[in-house]
């Protein structure tokens, strides 16, 4: 297991206010706003490096003792190949801040918020292109819950925070319906894949601000029958 504690993270102001739409507050304002931000962010990280040991319908089994049930999951993966389960997080000080700014502006609020989503995303960037280098190639996420959820359920995140152990780790717990504490956190398996995995391609919501592919249809798993180690 190896923790990224900080995730090396640099957040430019300049970016930041494009990206939040931050332009439409003036400099005088921005400027604070934007270092606040910077001083909130603690973005951490928790992976493992694991092998797929078995491979047998919509299950499979890692080195580490842990069954993950998912069809896309045994449908792209191989039996031997590495995996690698992870969980990232900025931490709870931006949000708290985005709620303490809700009070006296929803927009300055609004704006926190959208800086903690850039951020996050830049810190899981990272983390993927530490897992790329490590694994020799392009690598795929796949995120319990993402798309419809029936290709990888929310539940699996269970099995992802018994191998990492977040609350110990880098400060992220679970609730009971499996949602992550602080928010602003996100977890997955990364894994070399014969063509990249994609949620959204198989994802029919039209209104989704986080879509990054149209919608292509259903996904149709390859058999997974004979990959049985």
């Known amino acids: 297991m190896e923790v990224i504690d900080p995730v ?11 990206t939040t739409r931050g332009r439409l ?4 304002e921005i400027a604070p706003l934007m270092e606040k931000c910077r001083q909130l962010i603690e973005p951490k990280a928790v992976l493992a490096f694991v ?7 919509d299950e499979v089994r890692l080195g580490s003792g842990h069954t993950l049930r998912s069809i896309v999951l045994a449908s792209m993966l191989e039996h031997g190949q590495t995996v690698v389960p992870y969980v990232v997080t900025i931490g709870p000080g931006l949000e708290k801040q985005a709620s303490e700014e809700a009070k006296g502006s929803v927009f300055r609020s609004w704006v926190l918020e ?30 319990p819950g993402s798309g419809t959820g029936k290709l990888f ?10 191998i990492l ?3 110990e780790s880098i400060g992220v717990c679970l609730t009971a319906g499996c949602m992550m504490v602080p928010r ?10 014969r063509g990249e995995y994609v949620a959204c391609r198989y994802c029919p919501r039209e209104r989704c601000e986080t879509r990054s592919e149209p919608f292509s249809g259903e996904y149709y798993p390859l058999e ?3 990959k049985v180690g």
């Open 8 to 18: 090396p993270l640099e957040l430019d102001a300049g970016e930041l206010r494009e």
């Open 25 to 28: 507050l003036g400099e005088n």
């Open 51 to 57: 092998k797929v040991t078995r491979i047998e319908k």
């Open 114 to 143: 959208r800086a903690g989503d850039h951020a996050l995303e830049k810190a899981g960037a990272y983390v993927r292109s530490h897992v790329r280098e490590a694994l020799g190639g392009d690598v795929s996420s796949f995120s």
């Open 153 to 162: 359920g929310i539940e699996q995140q269970e099995v992802l925070f018994q």
């Open 165 to 167: 152990d977040p609350p």
């Open 184 to 193: 602003k956190s996100v977890s997955g398996v990364l894994a070399a894949t």
């Open 224 to 226: 997974c029958e004979g």
